[in-house]
């Protein structure tokens, strides 16, 4: 089956980094997305990569290795409104997205 | 990036009544829409996907005689949440997709419908 794990919450002090892991396990492979959520609204987009490596947008990062089928989303220099879900999605052979269950995401001042 | 136009944002209901929620691509044509459905603290669960000018392909256990879906236009589909219950109290998204050419197979979303049936 199609599976996509990711921890169910963390805990990260304001203006430190965190690290988000994602594991997958699908039928194919045609991307992998990240999207932020906050409570009561729907998932913004964050990050996209298909390719082996890392991409970086502003204080959020996103890496992917095909051949370990694992992510990670990495948050610097955290900011209290990045207090949210983290969702790890891919998409699959049929170009389906699977979706995580998400990831908690609690700063502290 | 594209816009994902979805409405209302929150509708409250009398238990029996159906509800019908809109989900519009504004900037471009979504070949392909999503609804899902997203209860407290929990995932997206995918509900539904529909492709324009055919039936929707429903996830398993999801009745698709109460959740009817439409997508008529390559820009708006409908989901109408018929004889409402208060146990379909949920916040219901939609996502849409243009997969016809290359580019950005990014989903963008709707901003959610909070359905509240009383």
């Known amino acids: 089956g199609q599976n996509i794990d990711q921890p169910t919450e963390m805990t990260a002090t304001e203006g430190a980094i965190v690290q988000i892991n994602c594991t997958y396990q699908?039928?194919?492979?045609?991307?992998l997305f990240w999207y932020q959520q906050h409570a009561g609204e729907a998932p913004t987009f964050l990050s996209y990569?298909?390719l082996d490596g890392l991409e970086e947008k502003g204080r959020f990062s996103s890496f992917l290795s095909r051949s370990k089928g694992y992510s990670y989303l990495l948050l610097k220099e955290l900011q209290m409104k990045d207090s949210a879900s983290y969702l790890c999605?891919?998409?699959?052979?049929?170009?389906?997205?699977?979706w995580g269950a998400g990831t908690k995401l609690i700063i502290k001042p | 990036g594209a816009v994902v136009s979805q409405h209302p944002s929150w509708v409250i209901c009398k238990s029996g009544t159906s509800v019908k929620i809109e989900c519009r691509s504004l900037?471009?044509?979504?070949?392909?829409m999503f609804w899902y459905r997203q209860f407290p603290k929990q995932s997206l669960m995918l509900m539904a996907t529909?492709?324009?000018?055919?039936?929707?392909?429903?996830e398993q256990g999801v009745e698709k005689d109460k959740f009817l879906i439409n997508h008529a236009s390559l820009t708006l589909s409908t989901l109408t949440v018929t004889s409402a219950h208060p146990e379909d109290s949920s916040f219901y998204i939609c996502?849409?997709?243009?997969?016809?050419?290359?580019?950005?197979?990014?989903?963008?979303f709707g901003q959610g419908t909070r359905l509240t049936v009383v």
């Open positions: 699908t039928s194919g492979f045609n991307g």
């Open positions: 999605a891919v998409m699959d052979s049929n170009y389906q997205l699977i």
């Open positions: 529909s492709n324009e000018g055919s039936k929707a392909t429903y």
């Open positions: 996502s849409a997709r243009d997969l016809r050419g290359p580019g950005d197979t990014e989903a963008f």
């Open positions: 990569n298909v």
């Open positions: 900037d471009f044509q979504a070949t392909t």
